[in-house]
């Protein structure tokens, strides 16, 4: 190897390094999971500070993506059972959640959309954004025993109440808002029944992701929600959960209009293929610009040779096209084995395989004069095979 090839060889694999150093810096510096309000979401708007000061406060936390998870985790009345949201949770999905939480000491549900009336069958529904400013309680008994000066900052959404006269709202939004007796917060507790456990409606979510759980009293907040039972079903809908039934396929997420459009964009490719292609005409064959003859090849090429004095090249190239040529004599494969061709060679002949195999197989020519020799030789053992 030349001294050129290993530096370009080396500055390939310093290229093909700094490429693999690029990519393992670009794909750390990607976070895996992105979803909102996740407990395994590092981000800003994922949940992962929360849920590890559970874990580490020694609840069980056990985290149920898609309705098929939650169904299979188990649930007690031990178990608070979190619902990270409801714009994905269709009527169906809503219905079967209601009737898995039933068992639970607990049921939480932040982010509540417009759906969650209909979606859980609970008398609250989620209203306009809240303020980002930062709230106290205003409700004197409730679930997470409120202490003096806790306020919560950030909270996303507002509560409203649309029955049940129970419901104890706290954190209300700002003086003045709606004034005429509407009964909003941020968030809302709705007393135990016989299809419910306690159930905490808290549109305070923004309040407990990473970016704002040590704000205020947000983190207490979220332990006092969450940590109330030693075990945490925490259920993060899917896409899937909001229609009656899942995605089976591509083709059952794709838009109606798709595959029509396909099937007319491929007909206008082949009608304009045809278009075009006939107007093309026949095929014109045109002259080289040059002939060269065969034998000015042979000596141009001779004469390379000669002058890298490559003389085992040379030689391998001559004994190439005679075994060829004895091969295409014998009867055999043009490409046939050198050792098939010299053993038939000499059965044909007479003569030992060993003078064959210098003739034809060894390119070894130390000087001018035994290249010029075996290159007489060979041309000789051919006109023997003619005559």
Request: aromatic content about 4%; overall charge negative; some cysteine.
């Amino acid at each position: 190897m030349t001294a050129r090839t290993g530096r370009r060889l080396a500055l390939w694999g310093v290229l093909v390094l700094v490429i693999a150093i690029a990519a393992a810096a670009l794909g750390g510096m990607r976070t895996a999971n992105q979803v909102p309000f996740d407990p395994d979401n590092p981000e800003d708007n994922g949940m992962q500070a929360l849920a590890r000061v559970l874990e580490q406060e020694g609840v069980d936390v056990t985290v149920a993506r898609g309705l098929p998870q939650l169904l299979g985790a188990p649930v007690s009345a031990d178990t608070t059972v979190l619902v990270a949201g409801t714009a994905l949770v269709g009527e169906d999905t809503g219905r079967r959640v209601t009737e898995y939480a039933a068992g639970a000491g607990r049921l939480v549900v932040l982010s509540p959309e417009s759906n969650t009336t209909e979606a859980l069958g609970l008398p609250v529904e989620g209203g306009s954004t809240a303020q980002v400013g930062a709230a106290a309680p205003s409700c004197d008994a409730t679930l997470l025993r409120w202490r003096d000066g806790d306020r919560i900052s950030h909270a996303n959404r507002l509560v409203e109440v649309t029955g049940e006269s129970t419901a104890e709202p706290c954190f209300p939004p700002t003086p003045g808002y709606n004034a005429g007796g509407a009964r909003a917060g941020y968030l809302v507790e709705l007393a135990t029944n016989g299809n419910r456990p306690e159930t905490v409606v808290a549109g305070i979510a923004g309040s407990l992701t990473n970016q704002h759980i040590t704000e205020e009293a947000n983190a207490a907040a979220g332990l006092r929600l969450l940590g109330a039972h030693p075990h945490l079903v925490w259920y993060v809908p899917a896409v899937s959960d909001a229609g009656d039934t899942a995605p089976q396929s591509l083709t059952d997420v794709l838009p109606d209009a798709f595959v029509p459009s396909v099937v007319l964009l491929v007909l206008a490719l082949l009608a304009t293929m045809l278009w075009r292609g006939r107007r093309l005409g026949p095929v014109v064959v045109e002259p080289l610009p040059a002939v060269i003859r065969s034998v000015e090849t042979t000596q141009s090429r001779g004469r390379m040779y000669r002058r890298a004095q490559d003389r085992e090249r040379a030689l391998a190239s001559l004994q190439l096209a005679a075994r060829r040529r004895v091969a295409a004599r014998l009867g055999l494969p043009v490409h046939s084995r050198p050792e098939q061709v010299v053993r038939s060679l000499a059965e044909a002949t007479g003569r030992h395989t060993d003078e064959l195999h210098r003739l034809l197989v060894d390119p070894t020519a130390p000087d001018d004069e035994t290249l010029v020799r075996i290159a007489r030789e060979v041309r000789s053992l051919e006109e023997g095979m003619i005559g």
